[in-house]
């Protein structure tokens, strides 16, 4: 069986013809570009990669980051304003602080107004 395709293919056959060019200093210029600001598809322009070699060395480097140690902080509520309202019902007048019992005040302004809702 005769494969034209594979004749002369001896020279690849230890891989050293389809190395991978060296980019150290290119990888290295395009995160510090990153961490500038610079888009990803700029800093791959820049440092002249394909911008599919960028994405792939941002892909390889989020799996290999060390989680960021996360820190919860206590919120408190700010100081409450201290707001009122007054209801007149008939000659009765009811000061409503703010925090009230909605129910309470309900049942309030029913027997106060003779049971009438």
């Known amino acids: 069986m005769h494969e034209p395709w594979l004749e002369g293919a001896d020279c690849c056959t230890d891989r050293s013809c389809m190395s991978r060019p060296d980019h150290t200093d290119a990888k ?23 911008h599919s070699v960028a994405y792939y060395w941002v892909k390889k480097a989020r799996k290999t980051e060390v989680p960021v140690a996360v820190r919860f902080v206590e919120l408190k509520p700010a100081a409450a304003v201290n707001s009122s309202l007054e209801l007149a019902v008939g000659k009765v007048t009811i000061r409503i602080e703010s925090g009230f019992d909605g129910a309470l005040l309900r049942e309030a302004i029913a027997a106060l107004s003779g049971g009438e809702q």
């Open 28 to 50: 290295a210029q395009f995160f510090k570009l990153l961490k500038e600001g610079t888009s990803v598809a700029a800093a791959a322009r820049e440092v002249g990669v394909h």
